[in-house]
């Protein structure tokens, strides 16, 4: 899990090359901003503000081996 907007590097870019180096890590991308530059739809988002249940539920989304990382936006 990692914050979308960071100096030097956006959560995408990060997501992007953690799973070059590890293909099946599961990646969830969290921003506060909807227009967000270089989030593509193929990494799952939640958006900010969350509640505690929300988070549960899109990590357990992300994690779930018959899920495709895509399904959870």
């Given at each position: 899990m990692t914050d979308h907007?960071?100096?030097q590097m956006t959560g995408a870019d990060l997501a992007r090359a953690a799973k070059k180096l590890r293909p099946r890590l599961h990646v969830l991308v969290?921003?506060?901003y909807s227009d967000a530059t270089g989030l593509a739809a193929d990494l799952p988002r939640l958006e900010k503000p969350f509640r505690q249940a929300e988070l549960a539920?899109?990590?357990e989304a992300v994690m779930s081996p018959r899920s495709s990382a895509t399904s959870v936006h």
């Open positions: 907007i960071m100096p969290v921003s506060g539920s899109h990590l």
